[in-house]
């Protein structure tokens, strides 16, 4: 049976543990997130006006800032944004499920810059007079319009315009000849166990993804962008191709005993690629190099 996300699939899938908290587990329901939302007046500020002390809570708007050329003005982050190296000595904020208030405040900043489906939190920093930006990460769309949003809310809205255009012509459809892959894509499971395995659904970016190579997603009537589904399941599905999407950095032989356990599962024949780097699991400016990987192993 499939069964839904707990929570919205956020950027704060940046290592595995994170993705657990994320989505939760198995049998949950999904969150509508609410539209892009800002708590000052106006889309667009000057950038005499534009904040100077910025915290973020998501790992895709901590990369989006740096790429926006604003980093020097980010003074706090959530536990999971590890990129670029310069957040090493950044303070540490908690996580989506445990955001660290008192922290935040501490640092005095002009702008919280949250996700959209954070709107509980978004209410407790305004009270608590932190102004709040919330975006949206959910599929390739969002990604590029907060590109767009920030840069307009940080001052610099020439460069989130360039931001946003090359990161969609790096992202333009590339249909791979012959016919489709079948394709399943893994987003989360346990190594050693293919009992309950994440995997991306319709209007996900990994599915966006894949699709702009011409490839079918085994699971694209699945009710959510993300599910948890049993091996069972999976074998009846019969794909062809399983892209795994590994958060931590593997060696040859550990993707090679991830894909060993895909083929004792699903055949000899079933091609697997595991794509690993908390990059495939962090919808933000290095998701191009993880498309031109997609399309590499798909052909």
Request: net charge negative; hydrophobic share 45%; with cysteine.
């Amino acid at each position: 049976m499939l069964r839904g996300c707990r929570r919205t699939v956020l950027a704060a899938v940046a290592v595995a543990s994170c993705l657990a908290l994320a989505c939760g587990g198995p049998g949950g329901v999904s969150e509508e997130a609410a539209p892009a939302t800002d708590s000052s007046t106006g889309s667009s500020t000057d950038a005499s006006d534009a904040p100077q002390r910025v915290v973020s809570l998501s790992p895709n708007v901590t990369e989006i800032l740096f790429a926006l050329g604003v980093g020097d003005r980010v003074v706090g982050v959530d536990d999971y944004s590890t990129h670029p190296p310069e957040t090493a000595g950044l303070t540490r904020l908690g996580g989506y499920l445990d955001p660290d208030l008192e922290g935040i405040v501490a640092l005095d900043p002009d702008l919280a810059v949250l996700l959209a489906a954070q709107g509980e939190l978004a209410d407790d920093l305004e009270a608590l007079g932190v102004p709040t930006l919330r975006v949206d990460n959910q599929d390739l769309e969002d990604v590029e319009a907060s590109m767009v949003t920030l840069g307009e809310r940080l001052g610099v809205p020439q460069a989130g315009r360039e931001l946003a255009a090359g990161f969609a012509a790096a992202l333009a459809p590339r249909p791979l000849p012959g016919p489709p892959r079948r394709v399943m894509i893994v987003a989360g499971r346990t190594p050693g166990r293919l009992g309950e395995v994440l995997v991306a659904g319709p209007d996900s970016y990994p599915y966006e993804l894949a699709g702009r190579l011409g490839a079918d997603n085994v699971f694209a009537d699945l009710g959510n962008r993300y599910a948890t589904v049993g091996a069972e399941e999976i074998v009846a599905r019969a794909p062809g191709v399983v892209v795994e999407m590994a958060p931590e950095r593997l060696d040859a032989a550990a993707k090679e005993a991830r894909a060993e356990e895909w083929r004792e599962l699903l055949g000899p024949e079933v091609v697997v690629a595991v794509l690993d780097g908390p990059e495939t699991l962090v919808p933000g400016p290095r998701l191009p190099s993880v498309y031109d990987r997609l399309e590499a192993a798909l052909r």
